[in-house]
C-alpha cells in the first residue's frame, strides 16, 4: 500500500507567550501558505536561532501557536548550532537541549525544546484501517528509485485530523533520492 512523502526542513514552533517576546506585544503569526496537514500553516514570521557554535538565520515558523515552543532541525543543523538535539516525537521535549531564539523584537532563551523530528506517518482514522494499522504503532517504510531505502522505526500518529503523509527530515529524504509527493509503500509485518 503506497502513500505520499514529504520533506521537512528546519523550522519552528512557538508558544504564545514567546510570541510575544519575539515579535511584540498582541503579536499574532501571520499566514504565509497552508501546509498539506489540515489547519497547519507556514508563517510569515522568521527567526534566528543561536547555539553554543553557531547560528542559523531565517528559521521559519510553523502555526498555529502551540503550547511550548519547539525547534525542530536536522542533525546537520545541530553540529552547526553546537547542540546535540535528540530524535524525538514531536511534543516529547524531555530531556532536550535548548538555544536562543532572536526576533525583531526580543530574544527568548529556550531551557529545552530542540530535537530532531523521529520519521512518523500522519494518518487520518479511515486510512489507518486501510493500511491495518494503529496510533504509536512504529512501521517500515520502502522507497523506490536508484538509491530505495527501507525505513524503520516510523512512527504512525492516528487522528481525524490528519491528512495521510508520511515526514522524514530533508536530509533523509535526500540521502534516500525521494521528493516532496513521492509514493513510498508501507510494511506491515
Known sequence: MKLPIALSNRHIHLGQKDI???FGDGAKLTHFKDLS???QCACEEKVDVVGPKGEIKGVRVLGPARGETQLEISLSDGFKLGVKAPIKDSGDLE?????????PKGEVELERGVI???RHIHMHTDDAEKFNVEDNQK???RTSGQRAVVFENVLVRVSPKFALE????VEEGNAAGVRNGDLVELINE
Not at 95 to 103: A, E, Q, S
Not at 166 to 169: F, L, Y
Open 37 to 39: 496537514q489540515p489547519g
Open 166 to 169: 508520511m515526514h522524514v527530515d
Open 95 to 103: 530531556g532536550t537541549p535548548g538555544v536562543k531564539i532572536v526576533g
Open 139 to 141: 512501521v517500515k517504510i
Open 20 to 22: 510575544e517576546v519575539l
Open 116 to 118: 530532531v523530528a523521529s
